[in-house]
């Protein structure tokens, strides 16, 4: 069956470290997303990517960095980390077309930050 | 710029009756809308999408939202709703241009009484 795993699953990082988050897609979409989720803010894109070797700014990429080097995985950077990235952070891939609007989601990074 | 507007927070009903949980957009050119689900510690599932043609569209276990575009919305409902769809629902929207990105609203919380 076609998934999205991320990992870690949850994660306490020290304010000024380096966090990454992975991705990976079993769904052979060439579409891949980051988002936050906050309470009150809903979704929020972060980066997202269309391909290999492509990475593309979302609405709030300010603080992150992404780095897609397959098909198949997608990677979150947070080179400084700082409290106020403590989140829940989800993967996304998705497709071209009218199949746009779908979009298939991992289980979801709980990251803290102290 | 599109956008998106979830008016309630939390909808509370008892099981079996019907819900319409509202969605408002803002966006003047060709659009897809789609609703997600979410349930406590997981990731967003896809329910429905629209793009053109039938302004009703069904979704997964009983669900269907309606276009409107005179009135900008999309709201979606269920005629019974089950204990299992305690969750949080989310509107989503992506102009045809934006390469799948999706805005998504703040989210309805939908509680099932007994």
């Known amino acids: 069956e076609a998934a999205v795993t991320q990992s870690p699953r949850n994660k306490v990082a020290v304010t000024g470290g380096k966090v990454t988050l992975s991705c990976n897609q079993t769904n052979n979409h060439n579409n891949m997303y980051w988002y936050r989720q906050d309470t009150g803010h809903g979704l929020r894109l972060i980066h997202y990517?269309?391909?290999?070797?492509?990475?593309e700014k979302g609405d709030i990429p300010d603080g992150y960095k992404a780095s897609r080097p397959s098909q198949e995985n997608f990677s979150l950077i947070l080179e400084l980390a700082t409290p106020s990235q403590t989140s829940v952070y989800f993967c996304?891939?998705?497709?071209?077309?009218?199949?746009?609007?779908?979009?298939?989601f991992g289980p979801g990074t709980r990251l803290t930050v102290l | 710029t599109q956008t998106v507007s979830q008016s309630d927070a939390h909808v509370t009903v008892f099981e079996g009756d019907s819900v319409e949980l509202r969605c408002n957009y803002s966006y003047g050119g060709s659009i897809y809308l789609s609703w997600y689900i979410q349930h406590h510690g997981h990731g967003l599932q896809f329910l429905l999408k629209y793009y053109s043609g039938n302004p009703v569209v069904q979704g997964v276990n009983g669900f269907e939202a309606e276009f409107s575009k005179s009135d900008s919305s999309f709201h979606l409902r269920k005629a019974s709703v089950h204990w299992s769809d305690s969750a949080v629902y989310f509107c989503?929207?992506?102009?045809?241009?934006?390469?799948?990105?999706?805005?998504f609203g703040q989210g309805t919380k939908l509680s099932i009484k007994p």
């Open positions: 989503a929207v992506s102009a045809g241009y934006n390469q799948g990105k999706l805005i």
């Open positions: 996304a891939s998705g497709g071209w077309g009218v199949i746009y609007a779908e979009q298939f």
């Open positions: 990517s269309y391909g290999a070797g492509s990475t």
